[in-house]
């Protein structure tokens, strides 16, 4: 506990003196200039705010439709972290033959737009299609076996890194 006394006191009394600052003198301050004092031309309104600007239009999702209950699609949709490329896949229908191909629009932030086209009866159940480093969006209309198409996938899908 001495030892420990004995530093203490080196540490707060002893660098201090040694250093000049515990000799009892006050610290210059010449070198120091208060700023003078400034005024500012102008008014700020306090209820302005800074508002982003808008998203491309190209890039904001509409509604999905709802497809009759024997009817229901399943896609999958997933970016990949390193390429960026997008995977869609059809994971399959409630009902038999029910969906006779599924157009894929990816659109990128610079709205440039990658397309492709799935058709699970000729056995082309997945796509790879350009995505990019930012968040693209999805769309997948389902073209049904009996001619009615629906959107049925409308997402915003962001870069993963």
């Known amino acids: 506990m001495v030892l420990i006394a004995v530093i203490a006191g080196v540490y707060f009394f002893g660098l201090p003196m040694i250093s000049?600052?515990?000799?009892?003198?006050?610290?210059?301050?010449?070198?120091?200039?208060?700023?003078?004092?400034?005024?500012?031309?102008?008014?700020?309104?306090?209820?302005?705010?800074v508002t982003p600007a808008p998203a491309s239009k190209a890039l904001i999702p509409q509604p999905t439709q709802t497809i009759?209950?024997?009817?229901?699609?399943?896609?999958?949709?997933?970016?990949?972290?390193?390429?960026?490329r997008i995977a869609v896949t059809f994971a399959g229908s409630a009902g038999h033959n029910s969906i006779k191909s599924a157009d894929v629009k990816v659109t990128h932030p610079d709205n440039s737009v990658s397309t492709g086209i799935l058709q699970p009866l000729r056995g082309i159940s997945e796509i790879m299609l350009d995505g990019s480093k930012g968040t693209d969006r999805v769309e997948i209309i389902a073209l049904m076996s009996?001619?009615?198409?629906?959107?049925?996938?409308?997402?915003l899908v962001p870069s993963m890194t």
């Open 146 to 155: 009996d001619g009615v198409s629906y959107r049925v996938y409308d997402e």
């Open 20 to 49: 000049g600052m515990g000799t009892g003198s006050t610290p210059s301050v010449a070198g120091i200039t208060p700023l003078p004092d400034t005024t500012i031309a102008g008014t700020i309104s306090p209820t302005q705010a």
């Open 68 to 84: 009759p209950s024997g009817q229901k699609l399943y896609f999958q949709v997933q970016k990949s972290p390193i390429t960026t």
